[in-house]
T-cell receptor
């Protein structure tokens, strides 16, 4: 069966450092990999999508990589700030009408 | 911006009650989804719909039903609420049946069943 693993349940880093979150998947051949942010008590919010033929995607301080050989995506936040503290969810997805399945998320805490 | 609105942020119900969770989206999205989220278990798909009057079971449909009479509205129904249905319920919608299924979520409905 399909399995999605996010490297750790919680990650603490110092303000200004780069946070790196990992998403590994098995028994999947996703065409896309999506990342979402979720604040406590709120619904997830879409951040970035990367396609299988893209190695890297950037948006402001965010960078996502997608290695289909390793079956892994890395999500980086550079110059992290306390406001980046949240849970980050990854979701490999196929094309067409396949419902998203999410990893359990990594709770990031950026300490001032 | 697409908005997905869930009718209730917090509900408290008693065991055996029938519970309706309403979700409305305002951007003509084809697809709508209901997930529940529990600590340690992540987001789990209950039901989804790709068209009016159409529904498909997700991973955990037992104890739930859904209704999609209009394109913009997707209702989740707990026929007889039980304590193990205490959870955060999240509705989401997405535009296209092709390409990536990027979801827009509502704010969530936190249900407590006593």
């Amino acid at each position: 069966s399909q399995k999605i693993e996010q490297n750790s349940e919680a990650l603490n880093i110092q303000e200004g450092k780069t946070a790196t979150l990992t998403c590994n998947y098995t028994n999947y051949s996703p065409a896309y990999l999506q990342w979402y942010r979720q604040d406590p008590g709120r619904g997830p919010v879409f951040l970035l999508l990367i396609r299988e033929n893209e190695k890297e995607k950037r948006k402001e301080r965010l960078k996502v990589t997608f290695d289909t050989t390793l079956k892994q995506s890395l999500f980086h936040i550079t110059a992290s700030q306390p406001a980046d503290s949240a849970t980050y969810l990854c979701a490999p997805s196929g094309s067409g009408n396949t419902p998203l399945v999410f990893g359990k998320g990594t709770r990031l805490s950026v300490i001032a | 911006d697409v908005k997905v609105t869930q009718s209730s942020r917090y509900l408290v119900k008693r065991t055996g009650e029938k519970v309706f969770l309403e979700c409305v989206q305002d951007m003509d999205h084809e697809n709508m989804f209901w997930y529940r989220q529990d600590p340690g278990l992540g987001l789990r798909l209950i039901y989804f719909s790709y068209d009016v009057k159409m529904k498909e079971k997700g991973d955990i449909p037992e104890g739930y039903s859904v209704s999609r009479e209009k394109k913009e509205r997707f209702s989740l129904i707990l026929e007889s609420a039980s304590t193990n249905q205490t959870s955060m319920y999240l509705c989401a919608s997405s535009l296209s049946p092709t390409g990536a299924n990027v979801l827009t979520f509502g704010a969530g409905s936190r249900l407590t069943v006593l």
